[in-house]
């Protein structure tokens, strides 16, 4: 990232100026259960704003009650309103052939995460004089502001047993952690399996877990959908769980033909019984001819 003029009061007050890569790596630029917007998100709000000719005015701070006046866009300001609540502000862009910031004040400039050939990606413009915002693609080693949106989020209730369950994590989750997914489990009984049983604090998707309860009940799960996942298996049995919806075991992905048919096992109630379809939140013993994956995906 940069810093407009190499002045952090800058960055204070407009935030960095990211290229393209940090939007995409993994070096997290976003929080947790946070992303960088799409091109075709960015899209869908211009659209649901009116349309791109109005939308960037919408979208635009301005001083309360006196719009289009701005403490931070130059003069007209043209449509600001902020009516959608975004306060975009001016922030410039950094352009490394420059070498340093360029036009805060005038312009604002937001990556979007989709790529545009290999070498630009697209980003959203706003400028003072228009109430358009603008659709370009730019060179990734450019430096624009970055908003993050929140992911969308799913709940799924995992009812259980007295006694010892299978479990799985059904979503993706900001912690993992089984007393904060399963708050009323014993606690020190969660195991994992890898050809032994091992302690377990925290969940994995796609992993199946040992768990148990004194009482049945339930418990309320909080995360983002899973609608696919590939899942490493072992020669011989593997405990796993699924994705975030019920899936047919005749659904599963198996490319390289290593599932043994029939052997999808759930357990509850103290017994166990032969399945033949995946339940978010449970965990299930499946038996491989050899090592390899399979990959679940939601219709």
């Known amino acids: 990232y940069a810093v407009y003029d190499d002045n952090e009061s800058n960055a204070d007050t407009y935030g960095y100026l990211y290229n393209w890569y940090a939007v995409d790596d993994d070096r997290g630029v976003c929080p947790a259960s946070w992303h960088v917007p799409t091109d075709g998100e960015y899209t869908a709000l211009s659209d649901y704003l009116g349309g791109t000719s109005v939308a960037g005015g919408k979208l635009k701070e301005c001083t309360e009650g006196s719009c289009p006046e701005s403490e931070y866009w130059y003069s007209p300001n043209t449509g600001a309103t902020n009516e959608s609540g975004f306060t ?76 010892w369950n299978i479990v799985g994590l059904p979503l993706d989750v900001e912690d993992a952690s089984y007393s904060i997914l399963f708050p009323e489990s014993i606690e020190g ?58 899936l047919d075991i005749t659904e599963i992905q198996d490319p390289d033909g290593i599932m043994i048919s029939g052997t999808v096992y759930g357990f509850a109630s103290g017994s166990y019984s032969n399945e033949e379809i995946i339940e978010p939140g449970k965990g299930y013993w499946l038996r491989a001819n050899s090592s390899g994956s399979i990959i679940l995906i939601s219709e």
Do not use: Q
């Open 189 to 246: 009984t969660l195991y994992s399996f890898n050809g032994a049983y091992d302690p377990a604090t925290n969940l994995i998707n796609g992993e199946g877990y040992w768990l148990r309860f004194n009482v049945a009940g339930s418990t309320t799960i909080s995360g983002t959908p899973i609608n696919e996942l590939t899942i490493s298996l072992n020669e011989g049995w593997n405990l796993i769980s699924g994705i975030s919806t019920p």
């Open 88 to 163: 975009a502000l001016p922030g410039g862009a950094h352009y490394y052939y420059y070498g340093n910031g360029r036009h805060m004040g005038y312009n604002g400039s937001f990556w979007s995460s989709t790529e545009y050939g290999s070498n630009d990606a697209w980003h959203r413009g706003l400028e003072s004089n228009d109430s358009t915002i603008y659709r370009r693609d730019y060179g990734k080693d450019s430096g624009f502001s970055v908003r993050c949106v929140r992911d969308e989020t799913d709940t799924i209730l995992v009812p259980y047993s007295t006694g």
